[in-house]
């Protein structure tokens, strides 16, 4: 199964609930069963330079202050470096901001490889599942220090929505 992606509807309901009036596929299926021998994986890792890898099992019977944890992470903010995520088991959503601000929500199952821009606004949240297991890839020593928004005046901000700018042809709002 593809990797899928949608718009968000604007409902103010739980935010664990899909929120998708029409999904969209994007795919970077990888086997979460043979990752320790995976050749793609092996080849995007080497290809991306991506050297630091560590596992997340998160749910509430293993992770200590789960739902402070939980609320932290769907704090809408950005890193100053990628966030390269590969879902081995259960799943979640990472809502992503698109040029016109509005969210896309990704939902990731086992077997999905997601490669988040760095300076791109985004959060993460579980789906009714409450569980998931990430395979977190780094480049070098990893910074998983989050600048919540606003964050439009921060450098790597401002290199996204140049590259956004140069992508689409157009002036970009930072909104």
């Known amino acids: 199964m593809a990797l899928e992606a949608w718009l968000m509807d604007d ?6 609930l899909p929120h998708h009036p029409n999904p969209l596929s994007t795919t970077w299926q990888l ?3 043979n990752y320790e021998h995976d050749s793609e994986l092996g080849k995007i890792r080497d290809e991306r330079g991506y050297d630091y890898m560590d596992m997340l099992d998160l749910c509430p019977e293993k992770v200590s202050n789960y739902e402070e ?3 932290n992470f769907f704090t809408e903010h950005i890193h100053k470096d990628e966030e390269i995520r590969f879902c081995l088991a259960g799943s979640g959503y990472f809502d992503v901001r698109d ?3 509005r969210w896309i929500r990704i939902w990731m199952k086992p077997g999905d490889l997601i490669v988040l821009p760095a300076g791109i606004y985004h959060r993460f949240t579980l789906d009714t599942g ?10 070098g020593e ?3 220090t989050p600048y919540n ?3 439009e005046e921060h450098p790597v901000r401002k290199e996204y929505i140049k590259s956004l700018t140069h992508k689409f042809g157009e002036s970009i709002q930072a909104h």
């Not at 409450?130 to 480049?139: A, E, S, T």
């Open 99 to 101: 040029k016109d601000d």
């Open 130 to 139: 409450n569980y998931i297991k990430l395979m977190r890839l780094f480049v």
């Open 142 to 144: 990893p910074v998983w």
């Open 31 to 33: 086997n979460p069963d």
């Open 69 to 71: 944890k939980l609320k």
């Open 11 to 16: 409902s103010n309901e739980d935010q664990r």
């Open 149 to 151: 928004r606003p964050q």
